[in-house]
């Protein structure tokens, strides 16, 4: 049986679809994010955001680990350069240039025990490095991106079992600077005095590239590109002077420069950090008395997308590792699959529905596609799609009476041996046969 570390404390969760929102404003609420630590911070050349409101700062001898008061937690001595991480259940995979020894160092990140760990370290590389960024795949598998200053780049699979080196790219000489947004598979690399490319992350496709912020006259920027951030839905670039910031929102595959900001005094160019917030975008910039806060309103650019609602009765998890999903939905009272009567509505395949029910948590759906014949025997468990009341009607009889599904969830060897029966099916059925043909000596 799963573990509950929630103990239940959310009602729903919505999955697959917009968000129902009725009643309250979506006003400024107060922020449950502690702020950035910023006198913690002073001697750090690079910092990057932890779970629970931790941060990993990278010195010039050492990495250390800090809460959201300040207080170290951890320290490692090493002499490193570069920095990137991903959230793992414990805390953070991070990943540093070992300054000494000039190879991908791996760290482990534990917030709950408050650790540094040093994983063994990747084979030396081929090249010097010049920059390096993680990557997390739709399959929550690891990667990592290495760039030479001649332009040479490998894309490495960081498994438990070992690291795989997966292909070459070719990639703009002189890159400095990469950074990955996990959301849309895409690696952004600023090329110096040029601009800044995206390329395709996943490691089965072409790695054909997009201008997104090119320098003028091709482009909007009066100087070359420098340090990186990706938001959600676009990415923030500063120059190379350090003296201005630049916004740009993804709209239809297509880049958008949104107006310049001239920063009050130049900043480090090399550093470029974000602070989490539930509803606004704050950047951390190392400026020449320490780190500051640049706070900007941010909004994703997506037509027709329904913004989050910013009330003290949402909680908003964020991105969660790939392996707590199980125990967020056995926290539940009842989670719920919105879905629209759209194609993808029709045809998707129920995948989170059986999750949910394979952790023995009640699920109220869409009547749409196949939720409807998967949900059939379920009437409080199928609610009219665009209807609030319905939805109300079934939320509201799952909670007096809890009924969790009890259908049989298949797992992956099953699902697999069906399709191979599908394929042979569907061979067999157009394997060439000798009907009509005519020997000749």
Not at 157 to 172: E, V
Not at 310 to 338: D, K, M, T, W, Y
Not at 347 to 376: D, H, N, S
Not at 423 to 439: I, N, Y
Request: overall charge neutral; charged content about 15%.
């Amino acid at each position: 049986m799963l573990s509950h570390p929630f103990k239940r404390s959310l009602t729903y969760l919505a999955l697959l679809g917009p968000l129902l929102w009725a009643g309250g404003s979506a006003s400024s609420a107060p922020s449950r994010q502690p702020a950035a630590p910023l006198a913690a911070m002073v001697d750090a050349s690079a910092l990057m955001a932890l779970p629970q409101g931790s941060w990993l700062l990278q010195q010039k001898n050492s990495l250390r680990l800090i809460d959201a008061n300040g207080q170290q937690q951890a320290t490692l001595a090493l002499r490193s350069k570069q920095l990137d991480l991903r959230a793992t259940t414990d805390g953070a995979l991070a990943m540093v240039l070992d300054a000494d020894h000039g190879r991908p160092q791996a760290i482990r990140v534990d917030t709950r025990s408050g650790q540094l760990q040093a994983l063994p370290a990747l084979p030396d590389p081929a090249f010097g490095i010049e920059a390096m960024c993680l990557y997390r795949d739709a399959q929550q598998a690891l990667h990592l991106f290495l760039i030479g200053k001649d332009g040479q780049a490998e894309q490495w699979l960081l498994r438990d079992s070992g690291y795989l080196l997966l292909r070459r790219l070719a990639l703009p000489p002189g890159s400095e600077h990469c950074r990955v947004d996990d959301a849309s598979h895409t690696l952004f690399v600023s090329e110096p005095g040029f601009g800044v490319w995206a390329y395709n992350a996943d490691g089965e496709d072409v790695p054909q590239r997009q201008p997104v912020l090119l320098r003028q006259p091709y482009g909007p920027l009066p100087a070359g590109p420098a340090a990186l951030a990706p938001l959600p839905g676009g990415l923030a670039v500063l120059s190379e002077d350090g003296q201005t910031l630049h916004l740009l929102q993804r709209q239809r595959q297509q880049w958008r420069a949104l107006p310049a900001h001239r920063l009050p005094q130049a900043v480090d160019a090399e550093t470029l950090a974000l602070a989490p917030h539930p509803s606004r975008l704050q950047l951390l910039l190392r400026g020449k008395n320490g780190w500051q806060l640049h706070q900007q309103g941010w909004r994703k650019a997506a037509a027709g997308a329904t913004p989050l609602p910013n009330a003290p009765r949402v909680i908003h998890l964020g991105e969660l590792p790939h392996e707590r999903i199980p125990q967020l939905f056995s926290a539940l009272n009842v989670a719920v699959i919105c879905m629209r009567d759209t194609a993808f509505g029709r045809y998707a395949f129920p995948q989170k529905a059986y999750e949910i029910i394979a952790c023995r948590t009640p699920v109220v759906a869409a009547r749409v596609g196949a939720l409807t014949t998967l949900l059939a025997a379920q009437p409080n468990s199928l609610y009219e799609v665009d209807d609030i009341a319905s939805l109300r009607r079934c939320l509201a009889a799952q909670l007096r009476t809890p009924s969790p599904c009890e259908l049989p969830v298949p797992d992956w060897a099953r699902q697999a041996a069906h399709l191979e029966a599908v394929l042979e099916q569907a061979l067999a059925s157009h394997a060439p046969t000798q009907r009509g043909l005519a020997h000749v000596d």
